[in-house]
């Protein structure tokens, strides 16, 4: 008599993997749009903000040229990093040393769309247990 005992554990293992990976990236593109939709619309108060929108910050976010853009694994965890190279993207998030008033449109986006953003992720396989929004700034 012989047994063989056969493991699908590294397929399952790949196949969540894959659709955590495609959720976590659903959510980046929640943030990415929401962010878009910041920089150029007005406040929620009504009042709009004193830059000229020239559209190549809300055209940069998440782009492949000039945008931050890319899914990243350490261990058990998966990232999403959405942004821009764009140098005033930085400044009308954080303002500026000369003291003038900052537009956040970031870090809003991804607070204002967190059950969104929950949802993508849940779809792609996970039950989630941690969420985070990290504020940066992309220098590469």
Avoid: C
Wanted: net charge positive; charged share 25%.
């Amino acid at each position: 008599m012989s047994v063989t005992v056969k493991s699908y554990r590294p397929k399952v293992e790949a196949r969540i993997m894959s659709n955590l990976v495609k959720g976590v990236s659903n959510a980046g593109m929640i943030v990415a749009s929401q962010a878009k939709k910041n920089v150029t619309h007005p406040l929620p108060s009504g009042k709009t903000h004193r830059y000229k929108d020239t559209d190549e910050l809300a055209g940069s976010i998440a782009s492949a040229v000039n945008g931050v853009w890319r899914i990243e694994k350490r261990g058990n965890e998966i990232s999403v990093l959405v942004g821009t190279k764009v140098k005033y993207g930085l400044y009308l998030e954080f303002g500026h040393a000369d003291g003038s008033r900052h537009y956040p449109w970031l870090f809003p986006a991804a607070e204002s769309k967190k059950n969104e953003i929950k949802e993508a992720i849940k779809k792609g396989g996970s039950i989630m247990t941690d969420y985070e929004v990290v504020g940066g700034i992309w220098d590469k």
